[in-house]
């Protein structure tokens, strides 16, 4: 920027000094203009306008250079009859001839007197000027002036190009400037952004959130939980009071048991004396997440909640698979943090069926069709062994059954018929799980089958049907999942401090246990 200023300074002093040097020739030739204006012929020129004088002087179609007009019919023929009486006298005159008169050429011959390129002196000018008449000074005083005018006129337009040159220059100039100040500007923003995205690489690969693979970073398990997340708290804020209160786990049942930290809102219930001896005990000057013990209040159920979604070739359109995606990792989180001990299963399904931990579930792309009868058999194997109190099922769906699969294990597909009577037979063997709540969501379609197939399956399976948008999945998943109840167990033993003045804190998730790639154990 400094050399950009710097220049633009040179160029500026050399506009002034050009504009200072043009000022003084118009002040001269106005001058001079001046001076010719008040010319007086008949005395000696000025020698300043000298040269001015010789060029008019000379100038061919000036009325003292143009050849005399012709002779008319009359003049002519008096000629003849002089030239004649001319001859008849010299024919009989003995005395002396007479001298021949010139014929006539031009009225005033000034220009042939600077042949060859030559300039008048001051006596062949002296005798040039005492030859003029005085319509002829007058004309020399005009073509004076005129030569001047022009002279001034022509300076004044050089005068106009080169200041016009110069703005263009400067602003030639600015322009550069401008674009030399984004570049650096971008630059510098690129030297801050690729230092941002080493710091940040750093730090989330210190955090475990991303890895390096092949030169490359890859998302982890764990960047897609903390994603879940915020899912979550950005949905909690369009539910209605009675749902956000319920997704914070319930009321309280009094009944607390002392354990180590899991997540940072439990510290509002730490048990600062016992965290003191963890830490003295391990070597610890001060209280970490490893020696801190909280009073966690002991909930009332187990749950046990599987996630079912279609990931068909259907799903890829409208963004409707990501919109599925994003509702059930909101929704992971949600059951997560009521009950960090519960187990969730996420089932993806299209042609087959595969049980997906979150970094999966975020990662797998559409398939073909949708074999939605397979789906039921896999959530019936996860949840008819399981010891939960609270067993559900979601699915997400945005069709009806297109495939099956057959006695062998083989998959069919193109006999809707078929892959309906199996949905069916799938969901009367599912409805014997108990207690089991579940919920279908239907992405709207213009084909009325869509609907009446999801009718057939939610009634035999006695659950709730949900047809919404896209964008509406994960508002309908939370405010269904928040309608649960709990209830309460008697205490086992455990010694039960006072309660605290403070509302309940929710419970949040518990570590991952080794081998948690069934998303739950």
Known sequence: MEEYDRRAEELEAVRVHKEEELRAQLAALEARLARARSLDLSRVVDPDLLAEVQSALLLPDASWNAPPERPGFLARLRALFARFFAWLIGLFHRGPKRARAPSPGRSLPIATLAAGGRQLDPSLLGDALARLST???????????????????????????????????????EAEKEEARRRSELEADRWVKNAEEQRLRRELTERGLVAERDGELVVTYALVERFARLLLESERRELPGSARLSLRGGGSTGVYEKARLRQPEEVAHLDIPSSLVAARMAGLRHIDEDSSLVYREITSERAHVVLALDKSGSMEEGGKLVAAKKALLA????????????????????????????LELWECPAGSFTNTGE????????????????????????????????????????NLDAAMESALAHASEL???????????????????????????????????????????????????????????????IPTPAAPTAAPVPAGRGRRRKGDRRMGG
């Open 135 to 173: 319509p002829q000074r007058s004309e020399l005083k005009e073509r004076v002036e005129g030569t001047i005018e022009r002279r001034e006129s022509e300076l004044r337009k050089e005068a106009e190009a080169k200041r016009r040159e110069a703005e263009l220059q400067r602003r030639s100039l």
């Open 331 to 358: 929704l992971y989180s949600a059951v997560r943090r009521r009950y960090p001990d519960g187990v969730i299963d996420v089932l993806a399904f299209d042609n087959e069926v595969r049980v997906l931990d979150l």
């Open 375 to 414: 789906a039921l058999r896999n959530a019936f194997l996860l949840l008819r062994s399981s010891r939960a109190t609270r067993k559900e099922l979601y699915v997400i769906t945005d069709g009806l059954p297109e495939a099956y699969t057959d006695a062998a294990g083989t998959v069919r597909s193109g």
């Open 431 to 493: 409805s014997s799980v108990k207690p089991l709540r579940f919920t279908l969501l239907l992405i709207k379609s213009q084909n009325p089958e869509f609907e009446r197939a999801a009718r057939l399956l939610t009634r035999a399976l006695g659950g709730e049907l949900v047809v919404t948008d896209p964008g509406r999945l994960a508002f309908e998943l939370l405010v269904r999942w928040a309608g649960g109840t709990e209830t309460e167990r008697a205490p086992r033993g």
